[in-house]
Each structure stands twice: as C-alpha cells, then as structure tokens.
C-alpha cells in the first residue's frame, strides 16, 4: 500500500517528468543500465574467467578481434596473457564498477558524517574538521592515493599486497573525496539548524543526535545524491588512473584501467584493441555516469525549473 | 472615554498566581569580528545586548504581549524561556521551579511538556519531509504521552479537528496547505503535548491580514477550551489590543511601559508607547496632529546613554541623557520614564478601539 502509493508519487513527480523530457538523459540511463548488467552478469555471459589463470593459454595470445582476421572465441581479440578481452572487460567493468561504488559509499558517510558534526554544533569542532578538509584538499587525490599504496607496499608483501588491493584503492580515493561531501553538508545544516522547524524540536526537548538525524539529514541529502552520482564517473576514473600508472589493481584481476595500461604497451606494435576496446568501455560509462548527474543536479535546482 | 463597539473577548485579568516570572533577564549576543582580524585590524568586541534585564511576571489564563519594532528583543524574550537560548544573567522561573536548575531528563522533560511556542514563520516551521500526522505526532512519542499507535492515531485526529483541520489532512505533506492552514498544524502541534504555557512568537505576521483573524479567534478559543496562558510576541498593535490581558512594550532591551490593555491603549504614559499607538490608522481619527515615529532604533551594539530612548523623544532632557530611568509603579501598571517620574508628562486619554 505504501510502496504502490510511493511509486505513485513517483511517477507523478517532477523528477520523472524532467527525465522523460531529456532523450539525452533517457540515452545516458539505457547506457548505464545496459554497461551495469553486463558487468554483474559478467560469470554468465562472459566467456572464461580472465582472473583464473588456469583458462589462459599463452599460445592464444594477441589474436586480433573478429572482423580484423580473429576468431569468434575471441569476439574482441586477446592480450598478451591469452586473456579474452571481451570477459576481461565485461569482470574488468564489474571491478570498476565496485571500486566506485565502494568509494562513493565510503567517502559519502565519512563526509556527511563529518559535515553533520561540524554544521551542527560548530565552534571549535567545526574549526578542526573544516581545517583537516582544508588541508586534504590541497592534496590532489592521485597524490593521497600513491602515498596509500607506497606505504601499504613498504609494509606487506608482494602477494599480500595483490589480495588487499581493492581495499588499498578504495580506501585511498574515498579519503580524498569525502570533503565534498563533508563541506555541502556543513553548509546545507548550517541553514537548516536555525529553520524553526529544527528549533520546534529543540523546544520539545529532542536530543542532538536525534534532531541531527530526523529533521536535518533528510533536508540536506539532495545536493549530496549529486555529488554521489557526479563523483561515481570520478571515482571510476580515479580508479583507472591509478591502475594505468601501476598502482592500482594488480594485473592478475585487471579493471578497465589496468587494461589500458597492458594495451598500452602494445598500441605502438599494431596491437590496437588492447587499449581501444576497455577504453571505449570506460569513457562510455564514465560518460554516461556524468550525464546522469549533471540531469540530476539541473533537477534538483529549482531555479533552472 | 469612548466605549467599544467591538466585541473583544480577550480573557479578563485575573488575579491569578504568576505561571511566569523573569528576573533581571539578560542576553546578550557576541557578534565581534573573528578573532583573527580582531588583531589585525585592532577591532573591537562586540556585544549586542539583545534582552537588557528585564521583569515580566506573567499570570496563569492571561495573555501578556510584548509589543516593539522589529530589532527590540522581543523575540530573543521569547526564545530564553522556552529554553532556546540560555540567559546571559537573570532567571526564569515556571510554576515555581528556576529553569537553570540541574535536574535529571525526567523532570526536565515534564517542565518541557508544559510549555510549547508556535513560530512566526509557517513555511519554515513544519519539517517539508515529514507528513502532518507525524509532525503532530512527534510531541505525543517524545513525552510518551500515549501508550498505543492507535492511541495517538485518535489525539493527532483529534489535534487537527479542534484546528478546524480534518483527520485526512494528516497523510498530506506541509507544502500541500496554505499558509493559515500551516499555522493551524503548528498550533496542532503546540497543543498535542498538552501545555498550560504557550509562547506565541509573531504568530499572525506572515499570514494575510484575512486570515489572521482566523487564526487569533482560533488560539483564543483554545485558550478558553484549555485554560492556557499566552505569551504573545507581536509588532502588531491592532491584534495586541484584540487578544491581550496585559501589554509590554519593548525598547532596545528594556521594558519601557507595562499596563492593561485598556489601559495602555487608552492612556498611554511613556512617550514612545505614546509613538506606537500613534501608529495605527483608523477612520475617524480626524484633525489631531500625530507624531510620526521619527528616526530608527539605535543599535543595540552601542547603545544609547541614559534613557535608551531620549534621542529619539521629544520630550527628553538633559538628565534623560545622563541617568537611566527607574521603572515606577504607576495607575496598576509600569513606567520607566522621568518625564512621567517628575510629572513634566501627564497620561493622554485618547480613544482607541473603534466608537
């Protein structure tokens, strides 16, 4: 009853109207939509396991794409392992995907978190957080990321260090972006805190905590769905940066930029679809990530309305 | 003395005990610059003494307005006794017990329930993501004031009729309603603790003049219906004459004059109560010169010496610059004034409140 009378409410909001008044955003929907299934589908659509070694052979290696003199086992060629590249783009996404994922998690609940404290009681507090995000973010993410990663290598063995790279990468990104989060919070809470809505529930007696997350969290979350959906294309892209300069995921279970970076090395020997094919993968998600956002944001204005 | 030809049917005074009472109430406000450019730029502190001491004693069943342009503390008074701010200095008292005291959750949140404010701004007032149910619902859970969902289903239905709202109102969301009809949610609200105090922050200001009768009729039919003690902030003087047992007027902090509303209205003592009233237009008020209220109030950073009014007053003197007046009792009411004091001022009987 509720959940139909949501959907309702849903469907009959402004938000709906203006995604049905934008093809291009309709377009940036259907092609996160389709990249998203392919990528959590990749164990059954995919044609081996590229992360097992076990399926690769050597003697497979560099076999051009079909149509440029390949075969159809290998619909867009192979790497120098003998790797299909059409799974290793397809569980390549998927890593891609949850890195950004993970981040975008991460550094929004450090953030709003942060930003809440900080926005709500002020002060001396709201002077330390802010003055820490400060500083973080006169460090570029790349630069807090390569520092991360440095440390944890100096620290754990090679093998070890393959087993917690996603952790290693994800928890550096999201240390570089919950600032963000943390500064829009800090500022939407502070104009909520002295609406005399919040200051009704003050009178009743209300503890902080609750106040902070019953009446203000809810009114501050639009501007940070924003930059959640903006930062996820940033996240992902991160991410391959990282991985294309040999920091980030390990070779053995290749993301779409560890996959850039193998083909890289190749692109100047003919061997073109190693780079091409997850490049296009990744600048059409990240694409249409970011169109989503921009569609968003522009929705939640209501100046641009 | 002209009689009224409106029928007023604020409550009478009564003789009742105090249900309020501040005390040499003080707040004052730091608004000095960061303390960076304070060494710097060798600027000064600042410190706005938004309430400046003041002495309200406020009696159980009537309705005490404090009156004054925008800028004055009448809001800040407001907010100090429900709770919103501490005071800088001076006391509050409820029912006999000091609101500074320490005591446990418990007791603190059985003082709470007893006192409620409806605010001045509607739009502002109602959480936008909260349906009406819930909104009124929210005192009743945080008092524990009801033992079932059904339970406090039946107060909220019944909250929103005495509102004149009905029971299918409260699946809607605040911005489905129109200003008045948010006033009454926040009214529903106030009343859904069961308070015997209701502090009443410019309540009607925001509102269309046609509906703000609507809405002054309805919180003086609750008051009656309840037995509820009204501390009403208004800028209004028209609807503090329509609802009020006693008025204050209010002057960069101070209170400057406390009467009866007939009797304030009627004859007024100190000369900037005198300003205000002569303020309101009305028809048939036809030859008399009126004064208009000259200049702006004078920051509250830096006050004025002596009497806080004088460069404003014409009736002031050298010793209105120097000495703060005393507040005297004067025909059942009080006046801070040495014009007044040394009777170089008499009351002026004039007519107010139609004829």
């Not at chain 2, 501490?86 to 008292?93: C, H, L, Q, R, V």
């Amino acid at each position: 009853m509720a959940l139909i009378d949501s959907f309702r409410r849903a469907a009959d909001s402004d938000i709906w109207h203006s995604f049905r008044a934008s093809p291009m955003t309709m377009a940036a929907a259907a092609v996160t939509l389709f990249i998203v299934l392919a990528a959590f589908l990749a164990p059954l659509i995919a044609l081996q396991n590229p992360f097992d070694p076990a399926n690769l052979n050597l003697s497979d290696a560099m076999r051009p794409p079909m149509f440029f003199g390949g075969e159809w086992s290998f619909p867009m060629g192979s790497d120098d392992q003998g790797r299909d590249l059409y799974s290793a783009i397809l569980y390549g996404t998927r890593l891609s995907l949850e890195v950004g994922l993970a981040v975008v998690f991460f550094s929004m609940i450090l953030g709003i978190g942060l930003g809440l404290v900080a926005g709500y009681v002020g002060g001396t507090l709201d002077a330390i957080i802010m003055r820490i995000a400060d500083v973080q973010l006169t460090f570029p993410a790349i630069l807090i990321a390569l520092l991360i990663d440095g440390v944890v290598r100096g620290v754990i063995s090679v093998k070890r260090h393959e087993e917690i790279a996603v952790f290693v990468i994800v928890a550096s990104i999201s240390l570089a972006f919950w600032v963000q989060y943390a500064r829009t919070v800090r500022g939407s809470v502070m104009v909520e805190r002295n609406k005399e809505y919040v200051q009704a529930a003050r009178v009743i007696g209300l503890p902080r905590w609750l106040i902070m997350f019953r009446h203000v969290l809810p009114n501050v979350m639009g501007p940070v769905l924003v930059i959640a959906t903006i930062n996820l294309g940033l996240a992902i892209i991160t991410e391959a940066t990282l991985s294309f300069l040999g920091v980030g995921l390990p070779s053995t279970q290749p993301s779409l930029g560890t996959l850039i970076r193998i083909g890289n090395e190749y692109l100047n020997s003919g061997e073109w679809w190693i780079t091409i094919f997850p490049g296009l993968t990744l600048a059409a998600l990240v694409l249409a990530v970011n169109l989503l956002g921009d569609w968003l944001r522009d929705a939640l204005n209501p100046k641009l309305r | 003395m002209p009689d009224t030809g409106v029928a007023v049917s604020r409550p009478p005074a009564s003789g009742g005990k105090p249900l309020v009472r501040l005390s040499a109430l003080k707040r004052y406000f730091d608004v000095s610059p960061p303390w960076l450019a304070r060494v710097l730029e060798r600027k000064p502190r600042a410190i706005v003494q938004a309430v400046a001491g003041i002495d309200i004693e406020i009696r159980k069943g009537e309705t005490f307005s404090l009156v004054g342009e925008s800028g004055c503390g009448k809001s800040t008074v407001a907010r100090l006794v429900v709770g919103l701010y501490p005071p800088t200095d001076g006391a509050i008292e409820f029912d006999g017990n000091d609101m500074a005291a320490r005591r446990g959750r418990v007791e603190m949140s059985a003082i709470r329930r007893r006192m409620q404010m409806i605010f001045q701004d509607p739009f502002a007032s109602l959480n936008p993501r909260w349906r009406v149910f819930d909104i009124i619902a929210e005192p009743i859970r945080a008092f524990k004031l009801a033992s079932s969902t059904t339970e406090v289903r039946q107060r909220v239905d019944d909250l929103l009729r005495q509102v004149k709202l009905t029971p299918a109102d409260g699946s809607k969301y605040p911005h489905e309603f129109s200003g008045g009809q948010r006033q009454r949610i926040s009214i529903a609200r106030a009343l859904a603790s069961r308070p015997e105090f209701l502090v009443c922050d410019e309540p009607t200001s925001a509102l269309d003049v046609s509906v703000q009768a609507q809405i002054l009729n309805l919180m003086m039919e609750l008051q009656r219906e309840h037995g509820l003690t009204y501390l009403f902030i208004s800028h209004n003087l028209a609807v503090v004459y329509h609802i009020s047992t006693r008025v204050g007027v209010m002057y960069l902090g101070r209170l400057v004059e406390v009467a009866d509303t007939d009797t304030l209205f009627r004859r007024p003592k100190h000369p900037y109560t005198r300003m205000l009233l002569d303020t309101i237009p009305d028809l048939d008020m036809t030859g008399r010169q009126r004064a208009p209220v000259a200049g702006e109030v004078p920051s509250p950073i830096n006050p004025p010496s002596g009497c806080a009014f004088h460069p404003r007053c014409p009736f002031a003197n050298d010793r209105c610059k120097r000495e703060r007046p005393a507040t005297i009792p004067i025909e059942g009411g009080l006046v801070a004034c040495h014009a007044i004091e040394e009777g170089r001022l008499k009351a002026e009987d004039r007519g107010y409140g139609g004829h």
